[in-house]
């Protein structure tokens, strides 16, 4: 076993905690010490299932090692004919089957496009079926938790289906680690939509964006909250932009949480009021022609901000 001198950043103690598994931290170590992933389960004496689920932890939390990614596949999958759903109807009971636990879930009757979608989801994306079967049921209780009254498309749970396929989510152990990240991610951003206020509508993509990027940053609440009444004070109101700009900073300056916010901020605004402090004090031998000059330009530099 590899035992090289081991380095974990802060946002990956912040991830590796988050997930409260123990078994994906102990891989994750165990991978950064420079060993091969596919040795993990003998080495560290996990059984398959464990190591399957703790595997599929990290993959969800981005500390997977790149090079062992699965390839893409290709984004337009064959084009599947009716004689082709006839066929696997007659041929698969495990294909019967599936279509008639998603018929249960959905509230409806397939339609010829809809099988040929879903047989695309088994023959095409290798997709086992057990695993799709949940892939609809998480669909339809995202659907409904987004505030839509009706259950989703096919072609709605064929897009979520290609991202499963693209992250090798293919195991019932990755499909519930999956669905367990995407769950504390919308806990984390519906916790930020309240402290930001914002009720009774979805954000937009834009701000949806910029939200997501700053969870990525891993802030802490306290942190957020003080971003949000900075940016509240300085503008009259939430403007994105502003705030991502004090959010970078602190992020450039490795200060995540609220205390640390507090103790060591040189954001954009310390750094303006000492610059100003320093303009005005090398002014006092200009004359007031001068003075005056350097004063409109500041004044107009922080209206631009």
């Known amino acids: 076993m590899n ?5 974990l950043s802060q946002t990956e103690v912040h991830k590796l905690l988050a ?17 091969d992933p596919k040795s993990a389960g003998t080495a560290l004496g996990m059984s398959g299932a464990r190591y399957s689920c703790a595997a599929a932890a990290l993959r969800q939390l981005g500390l997977w090692p790149e090079e062992t990614q699965l390839p893409r596949p290709a984004n337009a999958p064959p084009q599947y004919t ?13 294909f019967r089957l599936l279509v008639g636990e998603v018929q249960r879930v959905l509230g409806r009757i397939l339609t010829t496009e809809e099988l040929k979608i879903l047989l695309s989801f088994r023959n095409y994306l290798g997709l086992p079926a057990e695993v799709v079967g949940v892939l609809v049921s998480y669909c339809k209780e995202r659907a409904h938790r987004r505030g839509s009254s009706r259950n989703p498309s096919l072609r709605t749970i064929e897009k979520e289906a290609f991202q499963w396929a693209e992250q090798g989510i293919n195991t019932l152990e990755e499909a519930a680690a999956y669905m367990q990240a995407q769950n504390a991610r919308y806990t984390r951003m519906a916790s930020l939509m309240r402290l930001l206020q914002i009720s009774g509508r979805n954000l937009t993509p834009a701000e949806e964006k910029y939200a997501q990027s700053w969870l990525d940053m891993d802030f802490d609440d306290e942190a957020l909250q003080i971003a949000y009444e900075k940016t509240c004070l300085a503008t009259g109101g939430m403007k994105w932009a502003y705030m991502n700009r004090i959010l970078t900073s602190w992020h450039q300056q490795n200060l995540h949480t609220g205390q640390a916010v507090r103790t060591g901020d040189k954001g954009p605004a310390r750094t303006a009021q000492a610059q100003t402090q320093r303009v005005q004090a090398g002014s006092a031998a200009l004359g007031e022609f001068e003075r005056n000059a350097i004063a409109r330009m500041m004044r107009e530099s922080q209206e631009e901000e």
């Open 19 to 35: 997930s409260a598994s123990g078994d994906a931290a102990l891989l994750h170590l165990y991978i950064k010490c420079g060993n």
């Open 3 to 7: 035992t090289k001198e081991l380095s």
């Open 82 to 94: 009716e004689t082709d759903v006839l066929q696997a109807m007659d041929s698969s009971q495990e």
